[in-house]
């Protein structure tokens, strides 16, 4: 009508998806508020699972602060999947004396640790440098530095003793510290080992177990046990006497030392180690007959003394459970092989590197006759690894272990790698490369490749039994074979 203004016009996909872009903004700045909440959190990774220069599988993560205690997972299928990849930097840790520029590992309650750690990436979130206890408590937490001159100094506690959280702490004895990323993932790890000055301490330990797979032998058979006798430190044990009890009703057939400084009077189940420092161990293999057992279980003892100042005596007693089976007995023959031997190769024969190995004869007892080990003593072993078959003319003895033999001195394996490649990358940031084919020298040898961003090698198919999703996820979960064929090496 005239006079009355115009009537606007809405575009309304425009609307919609202004309105799409804002929900969006809101998510992202939300999603970036409650990372940066996230406390940094401190956690210890498992020895059988940790490597080098890798993100530590975590769980019970708890904020760093001291007196928090890091613990391992024990299922990684508890954990979600991190969306981070492993950075590609060279990460260290180490420990120096109080002028921060001599290598030390040993120090006495109250010194003065220098720690260095370098690799470290910038980052919003800091990494940082954690202090460990011998119960695995973090007593310091320094923020990392990006710098690798950068010192990190920590005073050990003068007390033997502290109270942490309610609870006594003994400090001395193994420490460590570690480098670990913000979300608490230890990325390494350098120990340290704290004495007392004025009051040795040790910590002897024993572990006694069947030797074999099977706990049931027949009554009049020969049964055959390992002990492992050791220190734990954090000094010399001195004086460490062994005592292994014969069950009743068994007899003795033999008590041999495998490793270790020698126990005296030598082949005795009663015998005494002069010193064993930290870390020292030794081995025994000892054999019953059963005798006239009556059928049952039963027990094999044994245990471990010094005369330093124990710090654990929880550790100094072991013993192994094994049942007596019904059975007429005395026929069989029992064979203890060797430990795995390694050697490196020297010569050549037939054309293959390798070695030609000696090892000691197995241990018998029983009715064995004559023993034959294949390949046998002395012979050739070319280079890898081969089974050695230990056998009994009678009683139906045989044992097996290894010989591996490695090349690394007079035929080193060489390789050469591809030429470096640039691609452009496609709309979603990104390329598919072939990269070819690496070529190697040397006998044996096997070539592996990595990526320093984590990332696959290769495509992958999913296995049948994994998440029927897309590769990534088939990565996520396992389940990645490799495609046939897929370079750079041959399927």
């Known amino acids: ?121 910038v980052s919003v979130f800091p990494w940082h440098v954690l202090w460990v206890d011998t119960a695995g408590l973090v007593r310091q937490s320094d923020v990392a530095s990006t710098d690798d001159t950068t010192t990190y100094m920590y005073t050990l506690p003068s007390t033997p003793t502290s109270t942490v959280n309610n609870e006594t702490i003994d400090n001395r004895g193994n420490w460590s510290v570690k480098l670990a990323r913000s979300n608490g993932a230890v990325r390494q790890t350098a120990t340290f080992v704290v004495h ?56 003795l057939v033999q008590i041999t030392q495998n490793s270790g400084s020698p126990c005296l009077p030598a082949d005795s189940v009663d015998c005494t180690i002069a010193s064993m420092q930290n870390g020292d161990r030794a081995e025994f293999t000892v054999i019953y007959n059963t005798g006239s057992m009556a059928p049952g279980d039963y027990e094999a003892t044994a245990r471990v003394t010094s005369s330093a100042q124990d710090q654990n005596n929880d550790n100094n007693n072991s013993s192994s459970p094994f049942t007596v089976t019904t059975g007429t007995g005395g ?48 012979s050739f072993f070319p280079v890898g690894t081969t089974v050695v078959n230990v056998s009994s003319e009678t009683g139906n003895g045989a044992c097996t272990f290894t010989v591996t033999v490695d090349d690394t001195g007079t035929n080193p394996p060489t390789i050469s790698c591809p030429a470096n490649i640039t691609a452009n990358a496609d709309g979603d940031c990104q390329a598919t490369v072939t990269i070819g084919t690496p070529t190697a020298t040397g006998t044996n040898v096997t070539v592996v490749g990595v990526r320093s961003d984590g990332k696959p090698l290769y495509n992958c198919d999913c296995f049948p039994n994994s998440p029927n999703q897309a590769d990534d996820s088939c990565n996520i979960y396992g389940g990645c074979s490799r495609k046939n064929p897929d370079l750079p090496f041959a399927s």
């Open 331 to 378: 026929t069989s023959c029992q064979l203890i092989c060797p430990d795995n031997v390694n050697a490196v190769a020297n010569t050549t024969e037939g054309g293959q590197r390798g070695a030609h190995v000696s090892f000691d004869d197995a241990v018998t007892a029983g009715d064995c006759g004559v023993v034959t080990a294949t390949p046998g003593s002395g």
């Open 1 to 121: 009508m005239p006079g009355e203004k115009p009537m606007k016009t809405v575009n309304t996909s425009n609307f919609f998806l202004k309105r799409l872009r804002a929900i969006i903004l809101v998510g992202v700045f939300a999603i970036l508020a409650a990372v940066m909440a996230v406390p940094l959190r401190s956690v210890l990774s498992s020895p059988l699972h940790t490597h080098p220069g890798s993100d530590s599988v975590v769980a019970d993560v708890k904020p760093a602060q001291n007196g928090t205690r890091l613990l391992a997972a024990s299922k990684p299928a508890d954990l979600a999947t991190s969306v981070f990849q492993p950075l590609p930097f060279a990460e260290g840790v180490a420990t120096f004396n109080s002028d921060c520029v001599t290598p030390q590992t040993d120090f006495f309650l109250g010194d003065v640790v220098c720690a260095k750690a370098s690799g470290v990436p």
């Open 196 to 251: 007392e000055a004025a009051n040795p301490i040790s910590d002897v330990f024993i572990q006694k177990v069947i030797h074999g797979d099977s706990t049931m032998v027949a009554s009049g058979d020969n049964i055959a046990f390992t002990i492992v006798l050791g220190n734990a430190g954090p000094d010399t044990a001195l004086l460490v006497h062994l005592v292994d009890t014969v069950p009743a009703g068994a007899t």
